[in-house]
């Protein structure tokens, strides 16, 4: 499948501030957040919704409602906390999972040292949600441990994307859809995204 892309004047504003390297950590923060939920919007175009039955001031009415433990959001550690933080805002229910892996910054390969899910993850379609997607090694590996749970439906969503990263991720697992504000032009020598932003988590947390 295709990557699909966010094109909207809006989000390269936003993308636009976020790289900039004089941007303060409580703006990325915010921005971030802010670019998160645009994606949120698109990937959950298809959300599936249950008829109910309401009142309102005026009159009763039939209208769908979104049956929130029919989906899982996973944030990989540490960087996609902020998504995580960024998705109750549209989600409140939303249950939350984590997944944590760090880069190796020799072999650029990605280490396994947390992973906690939802119950019922097999049930669930499960947006994966990580700011970066560079190498892909990390958002293989991710979704590989998600398909050993048995989930059948998983999204990827990232604020920026490198196409060797996209590369990995359709030849690894093509049955998952690629989200992302926007595809950079390549990776450095060291794995970084050109001309990316930097270090996501660093500049999330502050601590670069």
């Known amino acids: 499948m295709e990557p699909i892309v966010l094109k909207h004047p809006l989000i390269e504003h936003k993308l636009t501030i976020l790289r900039d390297k ?19 919007y698109e990937a959950m175009k298809d959300a599936e919704l249950e ?19 029919k989906y899982a959001f996973v944030p990989i550690l ?18 939350i999972g984590h997944i944590g892996l760090y880069r190796n910054e020799e072999t650029l390969k990605p280490i396994k040292y947390y992973y906690k899910v939802p119950k019922g993850i097999e049930n669930r379609t499960v947006l994966l949600l990580d700011p970066m997607l560079a190498t892909g090694g990390s958002a293989c590996d991710a979704i590989s441990m998600i398909k050993e749970d048995g989930v059948k439906n998983i999204k990827f969503l990232s604020i920026i994307a ?18 992302t504000a926007t595809i ?12 990316g932003l930097g270090d996501a988590g660093d ?6």
Not at 81 to 95: D, F, Q, R, S, Y
């Open 162 to 179: 490198a196409p060797e990263g996209i590369k990995r991720v359709r030849e690894e697992h093509p049955d998952v859809q690629l989200y």
């Open 51 to 69: 008829l109910v039955e309401i009142e309102t001031p005026m009159a009763k009415m039939t209208s769908g409602k979104l049956n929130e433990d």
């Open 22 to 40: 004089r941007t303060g950590t409580k703006e990325f923060r915010e921005i971030a957040g802010e670019i998160t939920i645009f994606l949120c």
């Open 78 to 95: 540490r960087a996609g906390l902020i998504m995580g933080e960024a998705i109750v805002k549209v989600v409140p229910n939303a249950k």
């Open 203 to 208: 500049r999330i947390f502050g601590t670069k």
């Open 184 to 195: 950079d032009d390549h990776l450095n020598e060291v794995g970084y995204i050109v001309p």
